[in-house]
Nanobody, 130 residues
């Protein structure tokens, strides 16, 4: 059974930084696609960043490009989301997601689409205040 456990959320002021971690276990497949999503209060869940761990390719939501970085530590089975220059609008519950790779990252219709992933963590709250 795949389990994803997020940590690292918290409260920070505008312009601050946080690093989210997601430890994955229970995989029966290798080189997963891993993603970070977020849901702000009253809004739909949206894709933030994703990585193809086999290819090392990444993709970002335009709203976080240049500020957030997704990375993967294979030895620790952990995916990170480094968040810099945080804004109030980044406030949300952040979720880690995983999926069995179907081939090249480029073959996925939209790696930032929620429906592309079958495995989800419980989420961690990030609050950015001015």
């Amino acid at each position: 059974q795949v389990q994803l456990l997020e940590s690292g959320g918290g409260s920070v002021q505008t312009g601050g930084s946080l690093r989210l971690s997601c430890v994955a276990s229970g995989y029966t497949f290798s080189r997963p696609f891993l993603g970070w999503f977020r849901r702000a209060s009253g809004k739909e869940r949206e894709g933030v960043a994703a990585i193809s761990t086999g290819e090392g390719k990444t993709i970002y939501n335009d709203s976080v490009k240049g500020r957030f970085t997704i990375s993967h530590d294979k030895a620790k089975n952990t995916v990170y989301l480094h968040m810099n220059s945080l804004k109030v609008e980044d406030t949300a519950v952040y979720y880690c997601a995983a999926e069995r790779p179907i081939g090249a990252f480029s073959a996925v219709a939209d790696p930032l689409r929620e429906s592309e992933y079958n495995y989800w963590g419980q989420g961690t709250q990030v609050t950015v205040s001015s």
